[in-house]
């Protein structure tokens, strides 16, 4: 079992900066490969960004590639998203996730191989 507690969200405006944090409970933190996700009001949650289980590989969706960054640390059991640039669509509540990795490379995309989610985290952006 994995507990996931995200920290960091709030108000911003637009262009200002946020950085949200995961910790994670557990000794196997680092078999993990983690992601953010967002839903917005009355849309799907979405992934935003995944960093596999060393750090080595990440994806980004082109709608904050250049504006955010994903990093871990495994020796902290915490990863990080630092958001800059925010723009009001990016309002929305923010989810960190677990997925056990494949230690294949690229970190796990798809919401239903996320085995563990956090309690969410509201992120919103004022134009």
């Known amino acids: 079992q994995v507990q996931l507690v995200e920290s960091g969200g709030g108000l911003v405006q637009a262009g200002g900066s946020l950085r949200l944090s995961c910790a994670a409970s557990?000794?196997?933190?680092?078999?993990?490969?983690m992601g953010w996700f967002r839903q917005a009001p009355g849309k799907e949650r979405d992934l935003v960004v995944a960093?596999?289980?060393?750090?080595?590989?990440?994806y980004y969706a082109d709608s904050v590639k250049g504006r955010f960054t994903i990093s871990r640390d495994n020796a902290k059991n915490t990863v990080y998203l630092q958001m800059n640039s925010l723009k009001p669509e990016d309002t929305a509540v923010y989810y960190c996730?677990?997925?056990?990795?494949?230690?294949?490379?690229?970190?796990?995309?798809?919401?239903?191989?996320?085995?563990?989610w956090g309690q969410g985290t509201q992120v919103t952006v004022s134009s």
């Open positions: 557990g000794r196997t933190f680092y078999s993990y490969d």
């Open positions: 996730a677990a997925a056990r990795s494949w230690f294949d490379g690229a970190p796990r995309k798809k919401l239903d191989e996320y085995d563990y």
């Open positions: 960093i596999n289980w060393s750090g080595g590989h990440t």
